[in-house]
């Protein structure tokens, strides 16, 4: 029996989510839910309707798992919770210091209905968590360093089009080159948040907006811009759409680590990414995590799940046999 999956928003990881059912046989895609009025919403998948989100406890037997594909600065920490009630849910919340609140109320939520919610599932959060973990698990006595970029922050850009007078924005993520050498040398520098990245936002704002005021915005605004520095240019729609139409990501999960009773030899582990399309390849994680929210529900595991808590067994469409015989 396939899984019946259900998105909620149809934005670019909407999207992205409807492309991956597809190169997933186990699954299939039962309902797209908008905020929007659904007669306006065209999607990709013949003979699957769209529906209002007033409609969607309504549908709950019909879904074994909804992945709920809103931003984190104001919709994920409202939306995962109330529908982790009534549905197993995946979300891509990636405000990482508020990540301990965001589980203690999805946790509850889910518990009190008997489901599974996956947070914080993606690239980072998410695939760069697990390697970080690991990486500290075999190099105990070492640094991490994680590096973004350079590429286009979902979260971030969302962030920058909530402010009033925001039309539309790109906001990239930028490693300082100086630093990555550095930590590649295995030099282990004692690095600020400041003196990693850097970030380049590119703002479309509505006809006669305060641009001092959407600046200062952004510039200030806690666990996004504030600690960083940042540039920020306003353009047009038309460049927006021309220079900064695709939304490419990558980044690097670095440990730098020793071993040997004197501690003599030095041991870096670097895991990276590089994505033609940050929300198509988010969508492909949040799939996988799909499958695992509805095999640990079928199993009893109840409550808010984080990547650390999945066996990788259950991400995989393969049985355990073929696991052992191809890929371990």
């Known amino acids: 029996m396939s ?10 990881l909407g999207k992205g989510v409807e492309c991956a059912v597809r190169q997933n046989d186990d699954m299939e895609l039962a309902a797209v839910f908008t905020r929007r009025d659904p007669d306006s ?9 769209v529906y209002n989100t007033s409609e969607i406890t309504a549908h709950k037997d ?7 594909c809103g931003g984190s600065a104001t919709d994920l920490p409202t939306m995962t919770p109330m529908y982790a009630k009534d549905f197993n849910v995946v979300d891509s919340f990636d405000t990482h210091a508020k990540i301990p609140e965001h589980f203690a109320n999805v946790d509850a939520a889910a518990k009190s209905g008997n489901k599974t919610a996956m947070i914080s599932v993606g690239w980072d959060p998410g695939m760069f968590s697990m390697n970080r973990a690991i990486a500290n698990a075999i190099l105990p006595e070492g640094k991490d360093y994680t590096f973004w970029g350079r590429g286009v922050s979902q979260g971030h850009s969302d962030a920058i089009r909530r402010i009033d007078g925001v039309l539309d924005a790109r906001q990239y993520t930028i490693p300082v080159e100086e630093a990555l050498e550095s930590v590649r040398k295995g030099e282990n520098p004692d690095l600020t948040t400041r003196q990693k990245h850097t970030r380049e936002c590119f703002v479309v704002a509505e006809e006669g907006a305060d641009k001092a005021r959407i600046e200062k915005e952004i510039v200030t605004m806690p666990n996004y811009f504030d600690e960083y520095d940042v540039t920020v240019h306003f353009i047009s729609m038309e460049e927006l759409m021309r220079d ?7 980044g690097f999960v670095i440990r730098s680590g020793v071993t040997g009773i004197n ?11 590089k994505l033609d399309s940050n ?3 988010t969508s492909s994680v949040l799939i996988a995590y799909a499958r695992a929210s509805y095999r640990m529900n079928s199993e009893g595991m109840y409550g808010c799940k984080t990547v650390f808590d999945v066996p990788p067994a259950y991400l995989c469409r393969e049985t355990p046999e073929y696991l052992r015989s191809h890929m371990l």
Do not use: A, C, Q, W
Request: glycine content about 12%.
């Open 279 to 281: 929300p198509e390849f």
């Open 263 to 273: 501690k003599e030899n030095r041991h870096i582990i670097e895991y990276s990414l």
């Open 244 to 250: 900064h139409k695709g939304i490419p990501h990558g």
């Open 62 to 68: 019909e879904i074994d798992v909804l992945i709920i």
């Open 3 to 12: 899984i019946r999956l259900g998105i909620l928003g149809y934005g670019n």
């Open 41 to 49: 919403v065209s999607i990709l998948t013949e003979g699957v309707k």
